[in-house]
Protein backbone atom coordinates (compact mmCIF):
# COMPACT_ATOMS: atom_id res chain seq x y z
CA UNK A 1 0.00 0.00 0.00
CA UNK A 2 1.36 3.24 -1.32
CA UNK A 3 1.91 6.27 1.27
CA UNK A 4 2.58 8.99 -1.14
CA UNK A 5 0.63 11.12 -2.06
CA UNK A 6 0.38 13.23 -5.46
CA UNK A 7 -1.31 16.19 -3.56
CA UNK A 8 0.15 16.68 -0.02
CA UNK A 9 -2.47 17.24 2.65
CA UNK A 10 -0.66 20.47 3.69
CA UNK A 11 -0.27 22.13 0.36
CA UNK A 12 -4.19 21.94 0.43
CA UNK A 13 -4.72 23.43 3.72
CA UNK A 14 -2.33 25.68 3.03
CA UNK A 15 -4.95 26.51 -0.09
CA UNK A 16 -7.85 26.46 1.92
CA UNK A 17 -6.68 29.12 4.39
CA UNK A 18 -5.96 31.38 0.93
CA UNK A 19 -8.95 31.19 -0.22
CA UNK A 20 -10.29 31.56 2.87
CA UNK A 21 -8.92 35.08 3.61
CA UNK A 22 -9.82 36.23 0.18
CA UNK A 23 -13.19 35.42 0.48
CA UNK A 24 -13.35 36.20 3.78
CA UNK A 25 -12.83 40.34 2.61
CA UNK A 26 -15.42 40.12 -0.04
CA UNK A 27 -18.44 38.55 2.20
CA UNK A 28 -19.82 38.26 5.40
CA UNK A 29 -21.49 35.02 4.44
CA UNK A 30 -19.38 31.78 5.74
CA UNK A 31 -17.23 30.81 2.89
CA UNK A 32 -16.95 26.76 1.44
CA UNK A 33 -13.88 24.80 2.82
CA UNK A 34 -12.64 21.95 1.09
CA UNK A 35 -10.94 19.39 3.09
CA UNK A 36 -8.67 16.20 0.94
CA UNK A 37 -9.84 13.46 2.47
CA UNK A 38 -7.26 10.31 2.40
CA UNK A 39 -9.35 7.55 2.08
CA UNK A 40 -11.77 5.65 -0.49
CA UNK A 41 -15.60 6.80 -0.11
CA UNK A 42 -16.92 3.79 0.38
CA UNK A 43 -14.85 3.38 3.52
CA UNK A 44 -14.49 6.66 4.51
CA UNK A 45 -16.53 8.32 7.81
CA UNK A 46 -15.67 11.06 10.58
CA UNK A 47 -16.53 12.94 13.03
CA UNK A 48 -16.00 16.06 14.98
CA UNK A 49 -17.84 16.64 18.77
CA UNK A 50 -17.57 19.22 21.41
CA UNK A 51 -16.79 16.70 24.47
CA UNK A 52 -18.27 19.69 25.99
CA UNK A 53 -21.79 20.16 25.37
CA UNK A 54 -22.02 17.02 22.72
CA UNK A 55 -22.48 19.67 19.65
CA UNK A 56 -21.47 17.97 16.30
CA UNK A 57 -19.27 19.97 14.89
CA UNK A 58 -18.17 18.26 11.71
CA UNK A 59 -19.29 14.98 10.38
CA UNK A 60 -19.06 12.60 6.86
CA UNK A 61 -20.80 9.15 6.55
CA UNK A 62 -20.93 9.34 10.52
CA UNK A 63 -24.16 7.30 10.55
CA UNK A 64 -22.83 5.23 8.03
CA UNK A 65 -21.95 1.05 9.47
CA UNK A 66 -18.35 0.46 9.27
CA UNK A 67 -15.83 -1.98 10.97
CA UNK A 68 -14.56 -1.11 14.68
CA UNK A 69 -11.31 -2.71 14.18
CA UNK A 70 -9.69 -2.18 17.63
CA UNK A 71 -11.63 0.70 18.64
CA UNK A 72 -13.22 -2.36 20.30
CA UNK A 73 -11.01 -2.27 22.91
CA UNK A 74 -12.60 0.85 23.94
CA UNK A 75 -15.43 -0.57 25.14
CA UNK A 76 -13.20 -3.56 26.76
CA UNK A 77 -11.78 -1.08 28.45
CA UNK A 78 -15.30 0.80 29.55
CA UNK A 79 -16.64 -2.66 31.56
CA UNK A 80 -12.75 -3.16 33.09
CA UNK A 81 -13.28 0.15 34.54
CA UNK A 82 -16.96 -0.22 35.34
CA UNK A 83 -15.23 -3.27 37.57
CA UNK A 84 -12.63 -0.98 38.91
CA UNK A 85 -15.20 0.92 39.80
CA UNK A 86 -17.83 -1.27 41.25
CA UNK A 87 -14.86 -3.17 43.27
CA UNK A 88 -15.04 -6.31 41.77
CA UNK A 89 -11.63 -6.19 40.72
CA UNK A 90 -8.52 -4.12 41.90
CA UNK A 91 -5.32 -2.93 39.34
CA UNK A 92 -3.46 -5.66 41.27
CA UNK A 93 -5.47 -8.54 40.85
CA UNK A 94 -4.34 -11.33 38.50
CA UNK A 95 -5.99 -12.08 35.36
CA UNK A 96 -5.65 -15.41 34.17
CA UNK A 97 -5.14 -16.40 30.55
CA UNK A 98 -6.90 -19.33 29.07
CA UNK A 99 -5.90 -21.21 25.81
CA UNK A 100 -8.19 -19.32 24.00
CA UNK A 101 -6.43 -16.15 24.81
CA UNK A 102 -3.30 -17.45 24.09
CA UNK A 103 -3.82 -18.35 20.56
CA UNK A 104 -5.22 -15.29 19.83
CA UNK A 105 -3.11 -13.94 16.57
CA UNK A 106 -0.96 -10.57 16.62
CA UNK A 107 -1.04 -7.89 17.88
CA UNK A 108 -0.10 -9.80 21.24
CA UNK A 109 1.72 -10.13 24.37
CA UNK A 110 2.54 -13.31 23.25
CA UNK A 111 1.21 -15.61 26.92
CA UNK A 112 0.77 -18.87 27.45
CA UNK A 113 -2.02 -21.03 28.85
CA UNK A 114 -2.09 -20.44 32.62
CA UNK A 115 -0.02 -17.52 32.74
CA UNK A 116 -1.61 -14.39 34.29
CA UNK A 117 -1.46 -10.65 34.06
CA UNK A 118 -2.46 -7.92 36.71
CA UNK A 119 -5.36 -5.38 35.91
CA UNK A 120 -2.84 -2.59 36.01
CA UNK A 121 -1.03 -3.88 33.21
CA UNK A 122 -3.59 -5.41 31.42
CA UNK A 123 -5.36 -1.88 31.01
CA UNK A 124 -1.87 -0.63 29.27
CA UNK A 125 -1.57 -3.50 27.45
CA UNK A 126 -4.74 -2.91 25.80
CA UNK A 127 -4.69 0.76 25.24
CA UNK A 128 -0.88 0.78 23.98
CA UNK A 129 -0.13 -2.63 22.61
CA UNK A 130 -3.85 -3.06 21.38
CA UNK A 131 -2.91 -6.58 22.66
CA UNK A 132 -5.57 -8.85 21.76
CA UNK A 133 -4.80 -12.01 23.90
CA UNK A 134 -5.11 -9.69 27.01
CA UNK A 135 -8.12 -8.15 25.80
CA UNK A 136 -9.81 -11.80 25.37
CA UNK A 137 -8.87 -12.62 28.53
CA UNK A 138 -9.83 -9.41 29.85
CA UNK A 139 -13.51 -10.07 28.36
CA UNK A 140 -13.34 -13.98 29.47
CA UNK A 141 -12.68 -13.02 33.07
CA UNK A 142 -15.97 -10.69 33.24
CA UNK A 143 -18.30 -12.58 30.59
CA UNK A 144 -17.24 -15.92 31.85
CA UNK A 145 -16.89 -16.42 28.26
CA UNK A 146 -16.21 -13.93 25.05
CA UNK A 147 -19.48 -14.54 23.80
CA UNK A 148 -20.90 -13.46 26.22
CA UNK A 149 -19.00 -10.37 27.40
CA UNK A 150 -19.28 -9.36 23.97
CA UNK A 151 -22.89 -9.25 24.51
CA UNK A 152 -22.54 -7.37 27.81
CA UNK A 153 -20.46 -5.18 25.70
CA UNK A 154 -23.49 -4.45 23.20
CA UNK A 155 -26.08 -3.71 25.84
CA UNK A 156 -23.78 -1.16 27.27
CA UNK A 157 -23.24 0.07 24.07
CA UNK A 158 -27.41 0.44 23.68
CA UNK A 159 -27.27 2.19 27.39
CA UNK A 160 -24.77 4.81 26.20
CA UNK A 161 -26.92 5.58 23.37
CA UNK A 162 -24.93 3.96 20.69
CA UNK A 163 -27.61 2.60 18.72
CA UNK A 164 -25.85 1.22 15.47
CA UNK A 165 -22.77 -0.93 17.16
CA UNK A 166 -23.15 -4.73 18.06
CA UNK A 167 -20.36 -6.39 19.13
CA UNK A 168 -18.58 -10.17 18.67
CA UNK A 169 -15.58 -10.04 20.41
CA UNK A 170 -13.49 -8.21 22.96
CA UNK A 171 -10.34 -7.54 20.22
CA UNK A 172 -11.78 -6.28 17.43
CA UNK A 173 -10.13 -8.74 15.10
CA UNK A 174 -12.25 -9.46 12.33
CA UNK A 175 -16.28 -10.35 12.36
CA UNK A 176 -18.69 -9.40 9.81
CA UNK A 177 -21.39 -8.74 12.31
CA UNK A 178 -19.42 -6.19 14.79
CA UNK A 179 -20.03 -3.34 13.32
CA UNK A 180 -20.22 0.01 14.97
CA UNK A 181 -20.58 3.90 13.36
CA UNK A 182 -18.27 6.97 13.50
CA UNK A 183 -20.71 8.85 15.93
CA UNK A 184 -21.50 5.97 18.08
CA UNK A 185 -17.33 6.11 18.85
CA UNK A 186 -17.56 9.53 19.11
CA UNK A 187 -20.48 8.91 22.06
CA UNK A 188 -18.21 5.84 23.53
CA UNK A 189 -14.86 8.48 23.42
CA UNK A 190 -17.05 10.90 25.43
CA UNK A 191 -18.40 8.34 27.76
CA UNK A 192 -14.89 6.95 28.76
CA UNK A 193 -13.59 10.67 29.48
CA UNK A 194 -16.45 11.97 31.47
CA UNK A 195 -17.36 8.75 33.30
CA UNK A 196 -13.96 7.49 34.05
CA UNK A 197 -11.60 10.47 34.34
CA UNK A 198 -9.74 9.00 37.01
CA UNK A 199 -8.16 6.22 34.69
CA UNK A 200 -8.60 8.35 31.63
CA UNK A 201 -4.47 9.14 31.90
CA UNK A 202 -3.66 5.84 30.52
CA UNK A 203 -5.43 6.84 26.94
CA UNK A 204 -2.02 9.12 27.16
CA UNK A 205 0.78 6.62 27.47
CA UNK A 206 2.80 5.83 24.21
CA UNK A 207 4.47 2.84 25.53
CA UNK A 208 4.61 1.15 29.22
CA UNK A 209 7.81 -1.25 30.95
CA UNK A 210 6.21 -4.88 30.96
CA UNK A 211 8.60 -7.94 31.70
CA UNK A 212 11.44 -5.69 31.39
CA UNK A 213 10.99 -4.52 28.10
CA UNK A 214 9.61 -1.64 26.72
CA UNK A 215 6.42 -1.50 25.08
CA UNK A 216 5.64 1.13 22.38
CA UNK A 217 2.32 2.03 21.16
CA UNK A 218 0.48 2.98 17.59
CA UNK A 219 -1.00 6.47 18.70
CA UNK A 220 1.48 8.52 16.89
CA UNK A 221 -1.13 11.46 17.30
CA UNK A 222 -0.02 11.48 21.15
CA UNK A 223 2.91 14.57 20.91
CA UNK A 224 2.12 15.19 17.66
CA UNK A 225 -0.50 17.96 18.07
CA UNK A 226 -0.58 20.13 21.60
CA UNK A 227 -3.80 19.05 23.39
CA UNK A 228 -4.21 15.59 21.79
CA UNK A 229 -4.62 13.34 24.93
CA UNK A 230 -5.81 10.09 23.66
CA UNK A 231 -7.55 8.11 23.00
CA UNK A 232 -7.20 4.84 20.87
CA UNK A 233 -6.50 3.93 16.82
CA UNK A 234 -7.70 0.66 15.45
CA UNK A 235 -7.10 -1.19 11.74
CA UNK A 236 -8.25 -4.79 10.25
CA UNK A 237 -8.00 -4.68 6.74
CA UNK A 238 -11.49 -4.30 6.27
CA UNK A 239 -11.70 -1.10 8.04
CA UNK A 240 -9.06 0.82 6.96
CA UNK A 241 -7.11 2.62 9.95
CA UNK A 242 -9.16 4.11 12.54
CA UNK A 243 -8.87 6.80 15.39
CA UNK A 244 -10.84 7.98 17.99
CA UNK A 245 -8.88 11.19 19.66
CA UNK A 246 -9.43 13.29 22.08
CA UNK A 247 -8.32 17.16 22.15
CA UNK A 248 -8.42 19.20 25.66
CA UNK A 249 -6.37 22.54 25.35
CA UNK A 250 -7.15 25.97 26.08
CA UNK A 251 -10.73 25.54 27.09
CA UNK A 252 -11.76 23.85 24.18
CA UNK A 253 -12.36 20.00 24.42
CA UNK A 254 -13.09 17.72 21.72
CA UNK A 255 -13.66 14.31 20.53
CA UNK A 256 -12.26 13.62 16.33
CA UNK A 257 -13.03 10.51 15.07
CA UNK A 258 -11.96 9.20 11.73
CA UNK A 259 -12.65 5.60 10.35
CA UNK A 260 -11.71 4.37 7.01
CA UNK A 261 -8.13 5.87 6.10
CA UNK A 262 -5.73 4.11 3.82
CA UNK A 263 -2.68 4.44 6.20
CA UNK A 264 -1.83 6.01 9.81
CA UNK A 265 0.27 8.57 8.23
CA UNK A 266 -3.00 9.59 6.40
CA UNK A 267 -5.58 8.93 9.08
CA UNK A 268 -3.50 11.20 11.36
CA UNK A 269 -3.06 14.39 8.88
CA UNK A 270 -6.48 14.26 8.37
CA UNK A 271 -7.19 14.03 12.48
CA UNK A 272 -5.02 17.31 12.73
CA UNK A 273 -7.13 19.22 10.03
CA UNK A 274 -9.93 18.77 11.64
CA UNK A 275 -8.40 19.96 14.76
CA UNK A 276 -7.44 22.66 13.35
CA UNK A 277 -10.56 23.62 11.21
CA UNK A 278 -12.51 23.03 14.49
CA UNK A 279 -10.53 25.23 16.59
CA UNK A 280 -10.82 28.49 13.81
CA UNK A 281 -14.15 30.32 14.47
CA UNK A 282 -14.06 31.52 10.45
CA UNK A 283 -13.50 27.54 9.13
CA UNK A 284 -15.80 25.55 11.88
CA UNK A 285 -19.07 28.19 10.66
CA UNK A 286 -18.28 27.10 7.01
CA UNK A 287 -19.62 24.25 4.93
CA UNK A 288 -17.53 22.01 4.07
CA UNK A 289 -17.01 20.33 0.84
CA UNK A 290 -15.11 17.07 0.65
CA UNK A 291 -12.75 15.98 -2.54
CA UNK A 292 -11.36 12.52 -2.39
CA UNK A 293 -8.03 12.42 -2.69
CA UNK A 294 -6.68 9.07 -5.29
CA UNK A 295 -4.23 7.23 -3.86
Known amino acids: MS ?4 FPLIQKL ?10 AGCTTAPPDTVLA ?10 IVVDARTGKQLFEVNSTAQR ?15 EALESGRVSKQMQIPVSDNAARQPPT ?15 IRAIVVK ?25 ARARQLGMTSTNFRNASGLPD ?30 SDFMFRGRLVRGHNDMLGRVRGVDGIKTGYIRASGFNIVTSYSADGRQLIIVVMGADS ?16 SPTIADAKTRLMFVQQ
Request: charged letters at 20%; aromatic letters at 10%; glycine letters at 6%.
Open 37 to 46: VPAAPQKYAA
Open 108 to 122: KLRFRRGETIDVDSA
Open 130 to 154: SANDVAVAVGEYLGGSEEQFAAMMT
Open 3 to 6: NQRP
Open 14 to 23: VAVFALLVLV
Open 264 to 279: ARQRNDHVEALIQRSL
Open 176 to 205: GGQVTTARDMAVLGMALRNRFPQHFHYFSE
Open 67 to 81: YPASLTKMMTLYLLF
